[in-house]
């Protein structure tokens, strides 16, 4: 796939994008473009990760599992406010899917969880 050097490079460029971004979140132009690429770059950094613990095929399963059970936990709990009270969500993470939850939602739990 990658090889060695192309993963430490993934992994060194979101390592190095995220520590630099932490400096620099209140300098956000409210667009949220920065939280997103944020985001990203942490699930990059996670997705390697399992990538090589699991193997291509179960690191999609996982991930895509994970992201799939993000969505569903928080969109029951934006329309029910169950399990955590009543709550939504701006424009800053994304587009919402379904207009109830953002898609960056997806890929945030599997960083958290992983």
């Given at each position: 796939m990658l090889g060695k050097l192309g993963t430490r490079a993934i992994l060194g460029g979101?390592?190095?994008?995220?520590?630099?971004y932490s400096h620099h979140v209140y300098s956000?132009?409210?667009?949220?473009?920065?939280?997103?690429?944020?985001?990203?770059?942490?699930?990059?950094?996670?997705a390697v990760s399992v990538v090589?613990?699991?193997?291509?095929?179960?690191?999609?399963?996982?991930?895509?599992?994970?992201?799939?059970?993000?969505?569903?936990?928080?969109?029951?709990g934006v329309l029910t406010g169950f399990p955590y009270g009543a709550f939504s969500y701006g424009d800053g993470l994304g587009a919402k899917v379904f207009g109830i939850v953002p898609w960056?939602?997806?890929?945030?739990?599997?960083?958290?969880?992983l």
């Open positions: 979101c390592t190095l994008y995220c520590g630099y956000d132009d409210g667009s949220g473009f920065w939280v997103i690429a944020t985001v990203i770059a942490l699930y990059l950094l996670a090589r613990w699991l193997g291509g095929r179960g690191a999609i399963v996982l991930l895509a599992s994970l992201g799939a059970a993000a969505l569903a936990i928080e969109s029951v960056t939602v997806a890929l945030v739990w599997p960083v958290l969880l």
